[in-house]
């Protein structure tokens, strides 16, 4: 077995999970994800915590909604039982045909996420960490051959955490202390408020309410956007491809969308509700041992020297307690690559410029 | 996908587990039994059962096992509370090594199986079926190639299996009413008492208190064993081969065991402690559809034409309400065939004769 296999193991469940002796752990475990699961059962049996393992096939998952009338029963107990008992869930991605329920009806899906939201909530309240082994299929998604991808994988997950999450510390205390932002670069020139907001240092770790591996992106909750903005950055959404998505923004809102390709598919997210119509997530991409675009979010909005903006639904970390941000049935990111002459200013002081941060 | 996957998975969900809409049903697919699963799936979602799928990996059992200290918690709440939430469990078998465990250490996996007893309880109170998928593993211990091994298991698994169930109520019947049984073969004349002792028609449903798939045998729980036995096929037992083990009995008790092969094994099950000198189980396979010995004991007891005997623990089922039988850490059944010269008789009347019963 790759070392790197065993050393993502260990990231996960120390760093990530923070899994201690005697807690209850589920483990999912995707159809091509096997080679984690193993090592990742090795690390939790040395910690001594207790395990059940789900078995994460979008196979089986397709088949069973395919043959289902739609008419689902609300948060079957076995399911939820297994969830509100649970301290972790680690959810290990990696399928073998990241197209394999493209033909799953979306109402069908809908209903059945309607029908399980009580499931979904005792999930995510939970020590939750998502992560992926990389898979042949992954590796053809990103267009690289699957030595690369394992590489290009793994220098994302197997970071020096700690002293990457002291670097972001520096940021999210700039935009804590932060009202205003500025984001130019090619084709884009964007203000946002974040007065009031609180930033996320998501280094990867549920210690710092982070819930992804890899992480290394800070977040914020922004609002009063005025501007416009290119997404430059390639990606796949709804299963149709973005190409230079140009939005403009009055007031916060969304007065006008362009694109080199899938210009339909950005106008239909835009339109979904009142929220999808304004910014609920400013995001800037710290890991930079993601070097290049995989069209899968989850790398991708980590980027090193990107900025990403999510059009809909805010995180409520990002806001007062009790207080709610932008509400909207959607939460969909989109990324600017932050090249030469690009500046990211936090009340017009430069903190990036041409890609770098101005303490690398 | 061969059709006879589909068929099993219908044969198992409706004939075997009766499931029906809305029932909550827990679906264990092991490493190599995803075809299964994924045709399950499918029926499940048709009848509107709820499903929770775990993955039973061998090979993560392995390593968490291994690096385990050995101090188990007992019943993780989690795990405890899927089963008892659970109204079905639905076990794939069908690994990709069946030696895979072999150096786990014996005592870690007893001192899981202690603390998890709870759990295993809870497992069994629900309307479980164990089945397997056809693997090129199973194939191998087998000694078939992968092809001939799925006809084999698709012909055990695929009967008429209502038809079989009145066959066997034949045989239930007489045993129910019967005191004695004597079995004689080539090295075989054996004397039981079966007087006050309920058979189980296992015709693998849980309508008939039988959770294996396939299944095709009557069982009861003897006693007062007389007379000598010779175990002609071929099994491996704890991982040693046994081949022509021959036990003498006198009032119930072993006092002679012999083998050409494994005799140290067997010697090791009949001294565990005083209920494994004893017989719990008395059975008759009756499964036409399994004509080989494939050492896998799912298919080898329900081959028609034997007889086997396990030493141990006997099922509550066999006796009167609120009885227990034959108390015993171990429950290993060993298997003779009725070839030619062969005679089953109940209170002196033949009822099968060199392998054949009176009715066929």
């Not at 051959?145 to 290009?152: E, H, V, W």
Request: proline share 2%; charged share 30%.
């Amino acid at each position: 077995m790759d070392p790197r296999v065993r050393e993502h193991a260990e990231t996960l469940v120390d760093w990530s999970a923070r899994i201690e002796a005697g807690d209850n752990v589920v483990v999912s475990v995707a159809e091509g994800a096997h080679e984690l699961g193993v090592a990742t059962a090795a690390v939790l049996g040395e910690r001594g915590a207790n395990i059940v393992t789900t078995y994460g096939s979008t196979e089986m998952d397709r088949t069973y909604l395919t043959a289902h009338d739609g008419d689902f029963d609300t948060d079957p107990e076995h399911q939820l039982a297994l969830y509100e008992n649970a301290d972790s869930v680690l959810r290990l991605g990696g399928g073998r045909n990241t197209a394999e329920d493209a033909d799953v009806a979306a109402d069908k899906r809908a209903a059945r996420r309607q029908a399980t939201q009580g499931v979904r909530e005792a999930r995510l309240d939970t020590d939750w960490v998502s992560t992926v082994h990389p898979t042949r299929s992954l590796a053809q998604q990103a267009g690289m051959s699957y030595a690369d991808y394992r590489d290009f994988v793994y220098d994302a997950v197997l970071r020096d955490w700690e002293s990457l999450a002291d670097e972001m510390d520096r940021l999210k205390r700039l935009l804590d202390d932060g009202e205003t932002v500025r984001i130019v670069n090619e084709g884009t020139d964007l203000r946002l408020r974040i007065d009031g907001r609180t930033a996320v240092n998501s280094c990867a770790s549920v210690a710092y309410d982070s819930h992804n591996l890899p992480s290394g992106e800070v977040f914020t909750a922004p609002y009063a956007t005025e501007g416009y903005v290119t997404f430059d950055v390639p990606m796949t959404v709804r299963g149709e491809p973005i190409r230079n998505a140009r939005l403009e923004f009055e007031d916060g809102e969304v007065t006008d969308v362009t694109a080199a390709q899938g210009e339909g598919v950005v106008r239909e997210i835009v339109e979904t509700d009142d929220g999808s119509r304004r910014l609920g997530e400013l995001g800037v991409g710290m890991n930079r041992g993601i070097d290049r675009v995989t069209d899968n979010i989850l790398f991708d909005e980590k980027m090193g020297g990107t900025v990403h903006l999510a059009l809909g639904r805010a995180y409520d970390a990002n806001l007062p307690d009790g207080e709610s941000g932008n509400g909207s049935a959607v939460h969909v990111d989109l990324i600017t690559d932050m090249g030469g002459d690009s500046r990211l200013e936090i009340d017009g002081e430069i903190v990036q410029e041409d890609g770098a941060f101005r303490w690398e």
